[in-house]
Each structure stands twice: as structure tokens, then as C-alpha cells.
């Protein structure tokens, strides 16, 4: 099996920093792509950003500009780097991974159990 472990949300002050990470571990071959996706209250889940293992990217428009995201892949890990952080960014921030599996011909969607961050003063 494979579990993806979030970490780093808290709360921050408007125009503040904050850095998330996300590992993966388990059963894995190789990992595809790693993301991150959130959901505020009220709202559906929606994609932040996600990456590569090429390291090419892409990101919502909300966040252009602002968040960064990478990955280790020696470690498995991807990353998301959230400058400028504004209310409307509060949510609970999900990692997810396509992740090859080993000992099988097919890749599967990972999710971790989410992060929290709020962004208020």
C-alpha cells in the first residue's frame, strides 16, 4: 500500500508565509505526478498545483504568482511553497500522487488525510 503524509499547515497571518510537504511511502515503483489540491468550507476540492516528475508544473490562477511547487524525488516528496497568503486561501490542503505500484502494471491516485491552513488575523 502507499500513504502520502502532509505536513506543515497552521495558521498565518494575512500576507504571510507558509510551506507544506507532503511524503510518500509504501509500495512504490514510481511516482507520476504529485499535487496539491483544497477545499474550504462550503467549496468543492480544486486543484492548487501539481508537478511533474519532469519537473514542469501548473497552477491555478488564484495562485499564480504566489505558491510554488516542487518535488524530491530522490525522497519522494513534493512540496508547496505559499507566499502572499490571503483569507480566501484558508482550506484544508490535500497531496495527492499518482504513484506506480510495485509488482503491478498500473499506476493508482493516492490521497493524504489533508492539512489545515488558516490565513487570518
Known amino acids: 500500500q502507499v500513504q502520502l503524509v502532509e505536513s506543515g499547515g497552521g495558521l498565518v497571518q494575512p500576507g504571510g508565509s507558509l510551506g507544506l510537504s507532503c511524503a510518500a511511502s509504501?509500495?512504490?515503483?514510481?511516482?507520476?505526478?504529485m499535487g496539491w489540491y483544497r477545499q474550504a468550507p462550503g467549496k468543492p476540492r480544486e486543484m492548487v498545483a501539481v508537478v511533474e516528475r519532469s519537473g514542469a508544473t501548473n497552477y491555478a490562477d488564484s495562485v499564480k504568482g504566489r505558491f510554488t511547487i516542487s518535488r524530491d524525488n530522490d525522497k519522494n516528496t513534493v512540496y508547496l511553497q505559499m507566499n502572499g497568503l490571503k483569507p480566501e486561501d484558508t482550506a484544508v490542503y490535500y497531496c495527492?500522487?499518482?504513484?506506480?505500484?510495485?509488482?503491478?502494471?498500473?499506476?493508482?491516485?493516492?490521497w493524504g488525510k489533508g492539512t489545515l491552513v488558516t490565513v487570518s488575523s
Open positions: 509504501g509500495s512504490i515503483r514510481s511516482i507520476n505526478v
Open positions: 495527492n500522487s499518482v504513484v506506480f505500484v510495485l509488482e503491478t502494471h498500473y499506476a493508482m491516485n493516492y
